[in-house]
């Protein structure tokens, strides 16, 4: 079938709205119409290549929508079902078979490939084959196809324009707080970098009972946002030494680091109490290398490298529903909508930090 596309034509390239061509479903996968989609700091640093892809190519991977058509074994999800598109996993591997899915050594593979595991394209454009599947769905797209395998079915009470970065930003924050971290209540925490995932962070730091949450962020509005979800204090690391700030209160029982500069990641580790747990969220360049004073988590402080919240989305996912529906995770200050046609409008405004989560309504 054909769909309308927002494609990539080359590195740092623009979006461009094109008609391309989806490959027919297959058994196991599903195809979605795309309701609202999130933009991610992944997507741009693909688009950059700061991650291995090719062009031409679709991104996106923070879709909801709802169920056209269902491949004939697939049994999770059936047309008319409203769904968020997540990560995939190979399913097979020992962390998988374990439930524990952001660990499976295939991750990179899966999601990153531009083809599905066979080789095949699930998107050409003109006849010719170009960088799709990504996160088996390139949602930046009217319709996506996905792979049973990483479709999530929700309720349908609860709007679904919101929850398309529940598959990723969202998730990524809060379940590195509530999945890896998991600060028992009256814990302390400092969180560097408040975009979306900072502050996902942030609101489940709050509803599990942090007592001391801390947010670092350099933009004044993000500052102001992360207080009204739960920060008890707000650093600006350009005004003053943050990591002393934080020792002055006593230093933090767990930090999180979602910027990705590794500057950052040594402030995380030296920011905290002994002992201390520092989550690394924050994706960085192949290759990129941090410095740590080795004393600094000789007695007792660890950092542990955290992707999607340690999440197994179709359980944590709809937890995640439930608390938005409650309004203890108010998705809603976090969000703005564009037209799939204003991609680039919402692409700017991501990364001037002019909003927190653009989501495409196609
Ligand atoms: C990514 C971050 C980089 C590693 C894989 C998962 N999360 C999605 O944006
Ligand atoms: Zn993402």
Do not use: W
């Not at 970098?193 to 350099?218: H, P």
């Not at 934080?246 to 680091?257: F, P, R, T």
């Not at 950052?264 to 960085?284: D, F, H, K, N, Y």
């Not at 004073?293 to 995640?320: A, H, T, W, Y």
């Amino acid at each position: 079938m054909r769909s309308k596309a927002a494609i990539v034509g080359e590195k740092s390239g623009a979006f461009k709205i094109t008609e391309v061509e989806l490959a027919d479903l297959r058994d196991d996968e599903v195809l979605v119409r795309i309701v609202g989609v999130g933009v991610c700091h992944t997507d741009l640093i693909c688009r950059d290549q700061v991650y291995p892809v090719s062009f031409p190519a679709v991104f996106g991977h923070e879709g909801s929508g709802v169920v056209e058509k269902v491949g004939e074994r697939v049994t999770k999800v059936a047309p008319g079902d409203h769904v968020v598109l997540t990560f995939r996993s190979c399913g097979r591997c020992r962390s998988c078979l374990s439930g524990d899915p952001t660990h499976c050594p295939q991750t990179f593979e899966a999601n990153f490939s531009g083809k599905r595991s066979d080789g095949s394209a699930t998107i050409h454009h003109h006849d010719v084959p170009i960088f799709g599947n990504f996160f088996n769905q390139s949602s930046f797209a009217a319709y996506a196809l996905a792979n049973e395998a990483n479709t999530v079915k929700v309720r349908k009470e609860v709007p679904l324009e919101y929850l398309g970065p529940l598959g990723c930003g969202i998730q990524t924050g809060a379940g590195a707080v509530m999945n890896a971290l998991k600060p028992p209540v009256g814990s302390s925490i400092a969180v560097f970098g408040c975009g979306s995932v900072g502050l996902a962070a942030i609101m489940a730091a709050y509803v599990v009972g942090c007592t001391t949450i801390v947010a670092v962020d350099l933009l004044e509005s993000r500052r102001a946002l992360a207080r009204e979800l739960g920060a008890t204090h707000a650093f600006d690391p350009a005004q003053g030494n943050v990591v002393d700030e934080i020792k002055q209160l006593g230093g933090v029982d767990y930090s999180l680091e979602c910027t990705g500069i590794p500057s950052v990641l040594r402030q995380a580790v030296e920011c905290l109490g002994v002992p201390g747990v520092c989550g690394q969220v924050g994706a960085a360049p192949l290759g990129a290398e941090v410095t740590l004073d080795v004393n600094s988590i000789m007695f007792g402080r660890s950092v542990i490298g955290v992707i999607e919240g340690q999440s197994v989305p179709d359980v944590f996912i709809p937890k995640l529903v439930e608390l938005y529906r409650q309004g203890r995770f108010p998705l809603e200050k976090l969000t703005t909508f564009y037209s799939l046609d204003e991609i680039d409008q919402a692409v700017r405004d991501s990364e001037s930090g002019r909003v927190i989560k653009a989501v495409l309504r196609p």
